[in-house]
């Protein structure tokens, strides 16, 4: 049993080149469960048409009477589902169409819980505007990786009887978790092996108004508080892994979660005092970063050198 499940809001114009990408995938799906979140421009009545028109009678759309957010939309979306493999897709991508039939074998192995592919970035206009580098491999990937490089929603699949547990045990009611692909992505590690699939086989769509934040707005734009409060629910994101870890009896896995919660720690302390001695710590220990640019963004931020990062940016950008 395979399953594809896709929150919708206002996506009437991208919409119909993913449900064909999902429509024409080599291995068919044995649903697609689809959950509009009261949407204002005609997507609801779209999809229906689509799923008349093409007479798709394993296919599923309803309606949220109210707007619950994309988060809510796909937990709702979970509980429909109680075995097999599950997708997650957005509304305004497009799948390359073995990305079912290459994702689908790794999760038959049962001690696999989750793997997730690599994904180009597109535009309005379907052109390539970033492409990741591939090793060439795919790569289990372990919990110290995933608290710090989660993959996006729409990159993975899963075992479903994982899913099931993590909402049955109501680990989404945990702080930190307020992303389907944080809240899963994250915890999967704790069932099973994660597997890094090291091929295209996905474009995720970059515009103005889609939910996934565009590259442009990446830029040093924010405040030093609005760091301080991002990485205080980071911190708290990871002490609710710690509590499921202590729960599962997952002693090889406490380590791993503390050293995160340290290294968040130190970050919050020096963006409030902005001491030279706590930098020093950050920057012999920067190895546990996710990325040198996440150090650079601590720094820049607790000296309130945006202007200047923002300007450097453009001058790299030329």
Wanted: overall charge neutral.
């Amino acid at each position: 049993m395979i399953s594809i499940l896709m929150a919708t809001y206002n996506g009437r114009k991208f919409i119909e080149q993913q449900l064909d990408s999902i429509r024409l995938q080599y291995l068919a799906p044995d649903a697609v469960i689809i959950c509009d979140d009261a949407s204002s421009d005609g997507t609801y009545e779209f999809i229906q048409h689509y799923i008349n028109k093409y007479e798709l009678s394993t296919w599923q759309v309803s309606q949220n009477e109210e707007n619950l957010g994309h988060f809510n939309t796909f937990l709702h979306l979970v509980t429909q589902v109680q075995e097999g493999l599950v997708f997650f897709s957005d509304q305004d991508d497009i799948w390359l169409p073995d990305k079912v039939s290459t994702l689908s074998p790794y999760l038959l192995d049962p001690s696999v819980a989750m793997a997730y592919n690599q994904s180009e970035i597109i535009d309005q206009y379907n052109k390539v505007i970033e492409r990741p580098s591939l090793c060439g491999h795919s790569q289990v990937k372990e919990l110290g990786f995933l608290l710090k490089k989660w993959p996006s929603g729409y990159q993975t699949a899963f075992r479903g009887e994982v899913l099931k547990d993590i909402l049955d045990k109501s680990y989404q009611e945990l702080p930190g978790f307020d992303y389907h692909d944080v809240l899963f992505g994250m915890l999967a590690p704790l069932y099973g092996q994660v597997i890094a699939v090291d091929k295209i086989l996905d474009q995720h769509r970059i515009h103005f108004s889609n939910v996934t934040q565009s590259i442009d707005s990446k830029s040093f734009n924010k405040t030093r508080q609005s760091r301080i409060d991002y990485l205080e629910k980071v911190l708290a994101r990871y002490q609710s892994v710690k509590r499921i870890v202590l729960k599962l009896k997952r002693q090889d896995q406490e380590d791993i979660v503390n050293e995160a919660i340290q290294l968040t720690q130190w970050r919050i302390k020096f963006l409030q005092c902005r001491k030279p001695s706590v930098m020093w710590y950050l920057l012999k220990n920067k190895h546990l970063y996710a990325g040198e640019k996440d150090l650079v963004s601590d720094i820049v931020y607790a000296f309130s050198l945006n202007r200047w990062a923002m300007w450097l940016l453009k001058i790299i950008k030329r």
